[in-house]
């Protein structure tokens, strides 16, 4: 666990610790995928009470609670894909009686945009991004250091 219920809530989290704990299982997930699982070995342990992934682990969290909280606001009438990828565009179009509709981002699309951070990459990026352990190894290396 990368952040515990405690250090969350110290944070402002709203979840209760049953929400939080499969919410943050998802979040380690993300992180792992994105670093290769690297945290999980001995080497990367100095980072793990590092405050860049609390605060990363965090965010996806509220991350997450956003895309459950929208998805739970549109009733279940659209996916949550649907409605996080919509953009202001043309949406219907007459031409006879010249007619057009346009698509216009909702307070709930612009809440979806999360500070400029698009993908939950960019999340992982923004926080994780020059982390480094004792050896100077970056965790977000795409490449494979020697002895991986």
């Known amino acids: 666990m990368y952040l515990n219920f405690e250090d969350y809530s110290d944070m ?42 609390k605060r990363c682990m965090y965010q996806l969290i509220r991350w997450r609670q956003m895309e459950l909280e929208l998805l739970a606001s549109s009733n279940g009438s659209a996916s949550w894909g649907a409605s ?43 926080y994780l991004n020059g982390l480094v352990n004792e050896l100077g190894r970056n965790i977000l290396y795409r490449g494979v250091y020697p002895g991986e």
């Not at 001995?42 to 590092?50: A, C, K, N, P, T």
């Not at 990828?85 to 509709?101: C, F, H, R, Y």
């Not at 999360?114 to 960019?122: L, P």
């Open 84 to 126: 996080f990828v919509k953009k202001a565009g043309i949406t219907q179009q007459s031409n006879d009686g010249v007619s057009t509709s346009y698509n216009v981002l909702s307070s709930a699309d612009l809440l979806a945009e999360f500070n400029g951070a698009k993908t939950k990459e960019d999340v992982v990026k923004r």
């Open 12 to 53: 402002g989290g709203t979840l209760s610790e049953a929400e939080f704990r499969d919410i943050e299982y998802d979040a380690e997930a993300t992180v792992n995928w994105f670093t290769f699982n690297r945290l999980k070995k001995s080497e990367w342990s100095s980072v793990l009470d590092s405050e860049e992934l």
